[in-house]
Each structure stands twice: as structure tokens, then as C-alpha cells.
């Protein structure tokens, strides 16, 4: 499987933006999809999850702003940021759960950068 991330770029605080990645067709069935997020000198976060169920997680930090959804049919997952804090800064990646039978694995997209001015 191959991760297309999308979006990201310069927003002002409080401002919105929106990532998207999409995922090339395979084998495998993709269960679980993600945003992680990296800021400079930190450990990689996570920052959203939907599962194929459609069940959502966030960080305590981007609830109530941030909002992450799928398209099944198109294996793309979005995720909306609004209320855009400078903490919000990072290299966000686009990172999925995959499935065939008895095998399972994971595959991260290319890092796309976020970065909020104030």
C-alpha cells in the first residue's frame, strides 16, 4: 500500500486547513487509519484514528477542533483542523493498519508539513 498525503502549508492561528491521504489499491484490507503528528525536538504523536467501523479517537489536545473521517470506497481519510493553535506546528503523518488473513502490518505516508503563525 502506498500513502498520498495532501494539504498542509502556512495557516495563521486560528485559521483551518485539511489533510488528506489516500491509499493506492492492494490485497490488503485497511482497518485502521491515522494522523500522527512530529514537532520539532518531540516524539511522534498521535493526533486522530477512525477505524472501518467508523469509531473515532483524538488527542486530548485537538478535541473539539480537529475532525477526522474516511471514505471507505476511496481508502482516504481526512482530517480537518480548525482553531489552529501554534502547538499545532508539525509534520503530520498520514498512517494506516492493514490486514490480509494471518498477516498484518502498517505502512506511514511521506510527512507533510503544518505550520501555524501567530
Known amino acids: 500500500v502506498q500513502l498520498q498525503a495532501s494539504g498542509g502549508g502556512l495557516v495563521q492561528v486560528g485559521g483551518s486547513s485539511k489533510l488528506s491521504c489516500a491509499a493506492s489499491?492492494?490485497?490488503?484490507?485497511?482497518?485502521?487509519m491515522s494522523w500522527y503528528r512530529q514537532a520539532p525536538g518531540k516524539q511522534r504523536m498521535l493526533v486522530a484514528s477512525?477505524?472501518?467501523?467508523?469509531?473515532?479517537n483524538y488527542a486530548d489536545s485537538v478535541k473539539g477542533r480537529f475532525s477526522i473521517s474516511r471514505d471507505n470506497a476511496k481508502n482516504k481519510v481526512t482530517l480537518q483542523m480548525n482553531s489552529l493553535l501554534p502547538e499545532d506546528t508539525a509534520v503530520y503523518y498520514c498512517h494506516v493498519l492493514l490486514i490480509s488473513g494471518d498477516i498484518a502490518g502498517y505502512q506511514w505516508g511521506e510527512g507533510t508539513q503544518v505550520t501555524v503563525s501567530s
Open positions: 489499491e492492494s490485497s490488503f484490507t485497511i482497518t485502521e
Open positions: 477512525v477505524d472501518n467501523h467508523g469509531t473515532t
